[in-house]
């Protein structure tokens, strides 16, 4: 018997016709109650509590503070839009025999018509059991165990029309709700048709929604349905193998047809179009009247229930080949998660997947343009801890974002092709591709997206066909703590960071042969706006695989800083392909190791510089170490050709194999305190060098075939050459001028010459000075080349301290620095008024005696009064200075007995043989600074009449002590220390 607060029903009518007098008691439903279809409204504040029973086929409105068990809710039972009531507890379990779900659509012998259907029930009814639980004011819904196909597009709209609402072809989850799939047992799944647009579950313009475990597969692996092949020898007439892949979701295909004749575009697309009505019982395709074989649609495919239609693309770009791509049944636009103008979201996999979508794996994104009108970025949301494989397009894409955090991801096979099934650009694992529309004139955003400070940090990165991280329009992204084999890249971004990650070509991927790759592209519908600023690539580690394929970093752009990188068995570990003003390429370490004979460090070709440090680093590979060719040879907009264009510094560059780090038509270097472990060559014209401070251990060749040097200013390095090669070898082909050498340290122990002037060119205003020489042969050889306007001075050999101006060559032209001919012989007599000169060729002078006034020699008078002076050490005679009065006529240290104590500026000693038993002394003298020091032994405390007693030792009586007595100019003061 129920008690008084429980109400038992039995019937519909207990619910069609609900008794006020049922209000505030508890319902208990032990039985099946079929509502009949009908519409009711409960008692205030009822609770239906599920005993067993259930409720079916009817629409409950609760209303007051009514509540009801999350074991009630059923595909079955709707609730009232005005409802009132609440779930028993927020936190409740979808229990799919409730909730109508099939899981056995895909049996041997399924049917495509029946099984999308089924899974666009399931689809309905999973939906339900959210949008139910939320309501009723639930949060978060746990599913244990499911395995379960969904169909969200809408079967009864064609294609072109299908999945305009995002919440009819998703599962949305609503603000503030959890879908928690708690065990590894829970499997969603796209149902596989040809529907454009499919998605598995979105978050859709909400609040602090998540998606917590579970693992989610998208179509890919059932489809073969591209129109594929890659016709050869077009040009070429004849006949040509056609292969064809189509895919009709039963019945996947896959032939080869023979074409006569394939040199025209049209009639192989009709060859194609006559095979397919052929070959395909129930189909019929036809070309589209506005193919243009570009990339529009070449035709269509419909069998009266869906359709799909082909592109044409000329993907290589020439007539070696062609590629056909699917159009709409490209399902390219199918999502496994979908956060769209989300804030506050979660996706936390718990270890699940997210696998196979036709398009992206995990998309964030905003609803509209948030750089034009009516769009909501998607913000401060988190992605974490779920693996992301094998999607066609992107497996986690953040086309519009606001601190989106990305971490803890398995990312795998991202874009890669499967047999005919290829992926489709931009081929990547996490990728940014926010979309931007600018006025084509003024430059102005007119609308469009951005991403802003996201972060990847700790995911692995596997096997993605065409990048790892592809940052397009992204400002502040920062990247840390991956491992991936896959290419990073930032095309178009702003304070990009790449730091701490491992890149290993030795993980595979043939498809990813760049760690890092920085692009400077046009923004859309506009070729005016400079992007892709102040990128970071730091402490990273990039291992190559030992072949020539891969680089570690190719880069271009403005504010680049690439610094504290390793790099390891690289093809070309640093290479730079476009612009660089304002970066720094500073503290990397760049080796190959010693089983492998492949790698150059740093590569620059034909681009322009500003303002570009290279900086502190090791450089340690078989071929060239650093190569810089034709800098600044055109000068690019925005690029200022009077400023500093590079700065090498504090490197260590060596090439294990012996090939030579190479300059070429370069300009504007300074090369300042660097360690070259092989002969440098600056080759052809080449001007405004400054090399300082450099030890080149091999030689350094300036000059060659093509051009002179112009301003060149060379000072304090060491160049040395352990061969027979000149250690400084100087050629010029046509004018060089304004190139100075000096205080430079020369090192040629073999061969016959130190430094070679070659060729048939000119130096004009050339300066050699001040430099030492370790040589055999002759310290300066000029051969065919002449020296206009310049002087070769004080050039010394070091072993044997002669001057070293031996100069062999025919045909020069040396004039003196001032500009003068002939010899000038100076001598000079001296007396006790002055100095007299006399020249030989030119006007005598004398230099006078300095004055009080003006300066001039030392006199013999003045020289013997210094003389009268003897000073052992430095004295500051203004900090010294004293009254003559008040100084002791002793000048050394004076010693005593007695009781009467002069205290000397010198110093006393008294007593020093033995000790004074006295208890009262008095001062017979007092100099500043003097002191006195006597020996005593007495029995009590002595006293210095005319003295203050201040801090000392403790005096102790009958024992030897110092008695001390000093001055300071203001008292006199005594004190004890021991003896």
């Given amino acids: 018997m129920a008690g008084p607060n429980i109400f038992i029903p039995t019937s519909a009518s207990d619910f069609t016709s609900p008794d006020p007098a049922n209000a505030n008691k508890i319902w208990e439903i032990q039985s099946p109650i079929n509502l009949t279809g009908a519409s009711v409204t409960l008692p205030t504040s009822v609770y239906l509590k599920d005993m067993g029973g259930g409720l079916t086929n009817g629409t409950i409105t609760l209303e007051g503070n009514s509540s009801v068990d999350s074991s009630i809710l059923n595909y079955e039972l709707n609730w009232g839009a005005a409802t009132e009531g609440k779930l028993t507890s927020p936190l409740y379990f979808f229990i799919k025999d409730k909730w109508g779900i099939d899981e056995n659509i895909l049996s041997p012998a399924w049917n495509h018509v029946i099984g999308r259907d089924i899974a666009n029930t399931n689809k309905e009814r999973f939906k339900k059991s959210i949008e139910d639980g939320h309501r009723l004011g639930g949060n978060e819904m746990v599913v244990d165990d499911l395995d379960v196909y969904f169909y969200t597009a809408d079967p009864l709209k064609p294609i072109e029309q299908n999945n305009i609402v995002l919440s009819e072809r998703s599962i949305e989850i609503p603000s503030g709700f959890t879908l928690r799939n708690n065990t590894s047992n829970v499997h969603y799944r796209l149902y596989p048709d040809f529907s454009y647009g499919k998605h598995l579950f979105s978050i859709n313009q909400t609040k602090g929604s998540s998606i917590i475990g579970g693992n989610f597969y998208g179509t890919r692996l059932t489809h073969r349905y591209k129109i594929f092949k890659h016709i050869t020898n077009l040009p070429d007439p004849g006949t040509t193998q056609i292969e064809i892949a189509y895919e009709l979701a039963e019945n996947p295909t896959l032939t080869t047809v023979t074409i006569t004749d394939a040199t025209d575009e049209a009639q192989i697309a009709q060859d194609i179009v006559n095979h397919f009505n052929n070959n395909v019982v129930g189909y019929t395709a036809q070309l589209e009247p506005t193919f243009n074989y570009v990339s529009n649609t070449i035709f269509s495919i419909d069998n009266g229930q869906t359709g799909v239609q082909f592109d044409w693309n000329e993907s290589n770009g020439d007539t070696s080949g062609i590629d056909f791509f699917g159009g709409l049944s490209d399902h390219s636009g199918e999502f496994g998660i979908y956060a ?75 874009g890669q092709h499967d047999g005919i099934n290829l992926g489709t650009s931009p081929a990547t694992a996490f990728n940014f591709e926010a979309f931007r529309q600018r006025d084509q004139t003024t430059g102005v955003i007119s609308n469009g997206n951005f991403s802003r400070n996201c972060t990847i940090r700790n995911c692995t990165i596997i096997d993605a066909r065409l990048g790892g991280i592809e940052a397009f329009n992204t400002l502040g992204l920062s990247a840390h703590g991956n491992t991936s084999n896959s290419t990073f890249v930032a095309p178009l971004s702003e304070n990009v960071r790449f730091y701490n990650n491992i890149f290993d070509a030795r993980l595979g991927n043939d498809a ?43 880069i271009e752009g403005w504010g680049l800083t690439l610094e504290g990188n390793k790099f390891y068995n690289l093809g070309i570990a640093i290479k730079a392909t476009g612009a660089l003003m304002n970066a720094k390429l500073n503290f990397n370490h760049i080796e190959t190791y010693t089983e ?159 430094m070679l002037f070659d060729g048939s060119g000119s130096h004009e205003n050339y300066k050699l000075f001040d430099n030492r020489l370790v040589v055999k042969g002759p310290s300066v050889n000029l051969i065919d080349g002449t ?44 007396s006790p008024t002055g100095v007299a000169i006399e020249s030989s060729s030119g006007t005598n002078t004398t230099i006078p005696i300095a004055d009080e006034t003006n300066a001039g020699l030392l006199s013999p008078l003045d020289k013997t009064k210094l003389n009268d002076i003897t000073i052992s050490n430095p004295i500051d005679f203004d900090a010294n200075q004293v009254t003559l009065s008040t100084l002791s006529l002793f000048t050394t240290l004076q010693t005593g007995t007695g009781t009467a104590i002069p205290v000397l500026y010198a110093g006393y000693i008294g007593n020093a043989l033995s000790a004074n038993s006295s208890t009262s002394y008095t001062i017979s003298q007092s100099d500043i600074g003097g002191w006195a020091k006597i020996r005593i032994n007495s029995v009590s405390q002595p006293i210095v009449t005319g003295a203050t007693l201040i801090d000392g030792a403790a005096f102790n009586p009958s024992i030897d002590m110092y008695l001390v007595i000093r001055s300071n100019g203001n008292r006199s003061e005594y004190y004890f220390m021991p003896y």
Wanted: with cysteine; glycine share 12%; aromatic share 8%.
């Fill in 596 to 754: 492998y004979n492949i790698g150059i460090g740093i590569e620059m070709l034909s681009i322009n510089v500003e303002n570009l440090e290279i900086k502190g680093n090791t450089i340690k590979v078989p071929e060239q170490a650093i190569q810089l060719n034709n800098l600044n040879s055109s000068i690019q907009t925005g690029f200022h050709r009077d400023r500093l264009d590079l700065e090498l510094s504090d490197n260590f560059i060596e090439s294990t194999g012996g090939t030579f780090p190479y300059f070429r038509l370069v300009s504007s270097i300074v090369l300042f305190n660097n360690v070259f472990y092989n002969r440098v060559v600056f080759n052809n014209s080449s001007s405004d060098l400054i090399i300082n401070h450099n030890d080149f251990k091999e030689g350094l060749q300036i000059g060659g075939t093509g051009g002179g040097m112009v301003n060149l200013q060379m000072f304090e390095n060491d160049i040395r050459s352990s061969d027979t090669n000149a250690a400084f070898d100087f050629e010029s082909r046509t004018l060089s001028e304004n190139n100075f050498i000096g205080s430079n340290r020369f090192y040629q122990p073999l061969g016959t010459s130190a």
């Fill in 787 to 830: 020296l206009i306007n310049s002087f070769i001075f004080n050039n010394i050999d070091i072993e044997t301290g002669t001057n070293a101006q031996t100069i062999s060559g025919t045909g020069n032209n040396i004039v003196d620095y001032g500009g003068g001919s002939g010899t000038t012989n100076l001598s000079n007599t001296t």
């Fill in 340 to 414: 769209v103008g989300a804030e506050g979201f979660v996706i936390n996999g718990r270890g699940g997947i997210v696998r196979d979508m036709h398009g992206d794996g995990i998309i964030v994104t905003a609803s509209g343009f948030v750089l034009g009108v009516g769009g909501t970025q998607a913000r401060n949301g988190e992605i974490k801890n779920v693996t992301v494989d094998n999607c066609r397009r992107i497996n986690v894409s953040i086309l519009s974002g606001e601190n989106i955090d990305i971490h803890n991801i398995t990312n795998l096979n991202a």
């Fill in 512 to 554: 990813s042969q760049i760690a890092f790759r920085q692009d400077v592209r046009s923004d859309t519908f506009s070729t005016t706006v400079r992007l892709n600023d102040n990128a970071n690539f730091s402490n990273n580690i990039i291992y190559g695989d030992g072949t020539e394929n891969f680089i570690g970093a190719r």
